[in-house]
């Protein structure tokens, strides 16, 4: 459990490198997303592709499988105190992972597929990444929720077995509202953000309480 445990703090760790990898990355290096005209985001993507394809890899493929190392170690911290929660975050946190891992490797191999196509017919290759585009969006649209959903109870279970740390826990609370509340069409942008910065700080301060603290109950 203890190996578990270390293992777990790593993946929290690296979830929040990942976020900011991510938020560098897709928003101050190659913003994709900036660019109306899906044949001129082909050829975006075409000018960089290795990069976004390792971005892409980092930030969603890896991201999730880390994704799903931190909830079974959190699984294993907390199942003791409050068993019918901690299963019930689980499987929110397992899914979780796997749905960013899918949208990454659909993201990866559509954006292959387009940059090989856009060669012989930009328009068509323009026209395939909407598809690509909207699958891709669809998964990462309703991620927020299903994260959110994970911290809340993840963050409610701690809270009521005492383990971690109470100020962690009532932040996890937060973070994890906010991100139930972005699927409201009207709050989406504003809480996406509020989710994802509140997200790098709890990863971060959760990390740290893994790596240094022992199953316990902590104050």
Same mark, same amino acid.
């Given at each position: 459990m203890k190996t578990l445990q270390k293992f777990g703090g790593f993946a929290a760790l690296y979830l929040a490198a990942g976020y900011i990898m991510g938020m560098i990355g897709f928003l101050g290096v190659v913003d994709v997303s900036s660019v109306a005209d899906p044949v001129q985001q082909v050829a975006l993507m075409a000018d960089n592709l290795a990069f976004l394809y390792i971005l892409h890899l980092l930030t969603y493929v890896v991201w999730g499988i880390f994704m799903v190392v @931190? *909830? @079974?170690a959190l699984y294993e911290r907390l199942k003791a105190g409050s068993p019918a929660i901690v299963q019930t975050? /689980?499987?929110f946190g397992i899914f979780w992972g796997c749905v960013i891992l899918i949208a990454g490797m659909i993201h990866n191999v559509g954006m292959q597929t387009v940059v090989d196509l856009y060669g012989k017919d930009p /328009?068509? *290759?323009g026209t395939v990444w909407l598809t690509i585009d909207s699958v891709f969006g669809g998964l990462g649209g309703a991620n927020e929720a299903i994260g959110g959903i994970w911290i809340l109870l993840i963050s409610w279970a701690a809270l009521r077995t005492g383990e971690l740390s109470k100020v962690l826990n009532y932040l996890g609370?937060?973070?994890g509202v906010a991100g139930i509340i972005s699927i409201v069409p009207? @709050?989406?942008e504003l809480f996406i953000y509020i989710f994802a910065l509140g997200q790098i700080v709890w990863f971060i301060w959760l990390g740290i309480v893994l790596l240094r603290?022992?199953?316990?109950?902590a104050a």
């Open positions: @931190l *909830a @079974l975050a /689980t499987v /328009t068509q *290759a609370v937060v973070v009207a @709050l989406g603290s022992n199953p316990s109950r």
